[in-house]
């Protein structure tokens, strides 16, 4: 076996409390925090209805929490678990290389529409957005969907599985991050920004059109411009753009963590650029915070216009 439900067990309590938050080129946000309570679901523990705890949970007399704790807390023989006679499907459907984190790197997501799967009615009905790797031509595909309660449309892990086909990808709506925020059990923070996607995403603005517009007469390409790029056509008004629309651009990579981003002045976002450019990471937002803070009177004055 790849995997043993007990080093499963391990592995997904190391990621509890693991909150992700990831701005799509769509305009939306993906927020989720991995719970204790998500597991049982994810592995697909109802459906092993011939062991007695788990036909509870698979009937509602007990709940996702109380099983995750007992199995947390091996009160659970789980070693029942391979001798149900429902233990080879879930295994091949979810068990097997249950990974959530191989799953989220490197980020592929669809906006799941379950009316778009013509070949079999999809019970998917609350997924919003899937999560999705290729895993291998024996293996088939990994997802991992994401959903909205129903009461508070909060994001939270809704659905793990394999399957051989792309049936749950292929002509659905993909979408990109543009950045994404993890924030770990221990606080620390991971934080990388898509800056291709985000340039990629500014098609519609008034910035990118001009760019679009001289691609052919300059012989570049929107999405591949650069500081050197953009200077080599010596031309003052497609470089205005340029430097217009990546001002664009870091506020639209920022917003979604500080709400002052939206009233950034062009003054700060130059500067904010000009710190951007010469750093080798990307810039975690409390440090943007810090970095504005730090702005000097000189540059504050001198690029006000």
Known sequence: ?????????????????????????????????FKGSNLPHL?????????????????????????FKSLRDKTIDINKIYSSKYFDQVYQDKIKHFNVNKLLCPIQIIEFNSTLIKDYESKLEK??????????????YGHLGIGFTTDNGINFPNTFFFRQDNQYIVNQKEVY???????????????????????ESMVKTSH??????????????????????????????????????????????????????AKWPNNIKRYLISIIDKSSVDLKPNEIKSKINEMPQNYLYSHCH
Request: negative net charge; hydrophobic residues 35%.
């Open 127 to 140: 997924v919003e957005y899937i999560f999705w790797n290729y895993i291998s031509s024996d293996n088939g």
């Open 177 to 199: 991050p543009l950045s994404h925020l993890i924030k770990k059990p221990n606080k620390t923070i991971e934080f990388k920004i898509y800056w291709r996607n985000v340039r």
């Open 43 to 67: 592995l697909g523990l109802q459906y092993f209805v011939d062991i007695p705890i788990f036909e509870k949970y698979s009937n509602g007399t007990v709940n996702a929490s109380q099983i």
């Open 208 to 261: 990118y059109k001009y760019l679009k517009k001289y691609e052919t007469e300059y012989n570049y390409r929107v999405n591949d411009l650069t500081n050197e790029s953009i200077s080599r056509t010596d031309n003052h008004e497609l470089i205005k753009h340029y430097e217009l629309l990546r001002l664009d651009e870091v506020k639209k990579v920022y917003e979604p963590y500080l709400d002052e981003a």
């Open 1 to 33: 076996m790849s995997l043993n439900i007990q080093s499963i067990i391990d592995e997904y309590c190391k990621i509890i409390n693991t909150k992700y938050l990831i701005p799509l080129s769509n305009a939306d946000i993906i927020e989720f925090t």
